[in-house]
């Protein structure tokens, strides 16, 4: 499987502030997800980010809210803007194999006072 | 209708024993399914997969997929506190994938 390496792991962030969160992975995949896990919730899905393509957002996030950006085929962004205390979470990506199998990095857990 | 069902637990059982997890689905044309085991504080690990009716073993694990009854399964047999944690479990179809929103399983000792 894929390693992958998400930057930063851990945030403490301001209200109204923005925070990018990097997703870099070790091999070439076509398809990359981000998704949001709440304390004690399960994962939900934010958007699906293609190389060369605009992200498709999932129903509830709006890119201006979350852009992401997909400039290669190992590499993508996440960034949660105008951050309030309900964006605190943990920010998770994933890539897909040829199987449907999703991998995820460890996540960054985000605090926003 | 929640698309992918399972029972938040927690479930207990004793170390050794057969613990038994399970998941439904609503989309019937649903072709991947997978269990995560995700420890606190980690993100998700794949443990199993399967894609056909029946049921896949590996180690101690087995996964049971029933396509009509949309009912995926995952048993963990001699079971080790090690095996606390949060399993989920995910549907994929052409589209998407769905994750349920877990089971936290305890194995005492």
């Known amino acids: 499987s894929a390693v992958i390496s998400q930057k930063p792991s851990r945030d403490i962030c301001q209200r109204g502030t923005s925070l990018t969160i990097q997703c870099q992975v070790d091999s070439q995949v076509t398809m990359m997800f981000w998704y949001r896990q709440q304390p004690g919730q399960s994962l939900t899905l934010i958007a699906t980010?293609?190389?060369?393509?605009?992200?498709?957002?999932e129903s509830g996030f709006v890119i201006d809210k979350f852009p992401i950006s997909r400039p290669n085929l190992t590499f993508s962004t996440l960034t949660v803007s105008n951050m309030s205390p309900e964006d605190s979470s943990i920010y998770l990506c994933?890539?897909?194999?040829?199987?449907?199998?999703?991998?995820f990095g460890p996540g960054t857990r985000l605090t926003v006072l | 209708q929640k698309e992918v069902e399972q029972n938040s637990g927690p479930l207990s059982v004793p170390e050794g024993a057969i613990a038994s997890l399970n998941c439904t689905y609503s989309d019937r044309v649903s072709q991947s399914f997978f269990w995560y085991r995700q420890y606190s504080g980690k993100s998700p690990e794949l443990i199993m997969s399967?894609?056909?009716?029946g049921d896949k073993e590996d180690g101690r694990f087995t996964a049971q997929l029933n396509k009509a009854s949309q009912y995926v399964s995952l048993l963990i047999r001699d079971s080790q506190p090690s095996d606390s944690a949060t399993y989920l479990c995910a549907v994929g179809n052409n589209n998407d994938m769905r994750f349920g929103a877990g089971t936290r399983l305890t194995v005492k000792p």
């Open positions: 980010a293609n190389q060369g393509s605009e992200a498709t957002y």
């Open positions: 399967i894609y056909s009716n």
């Open positions: 994933s890539v897909e194999d040829p199987a449907r199998k999703q991998f």
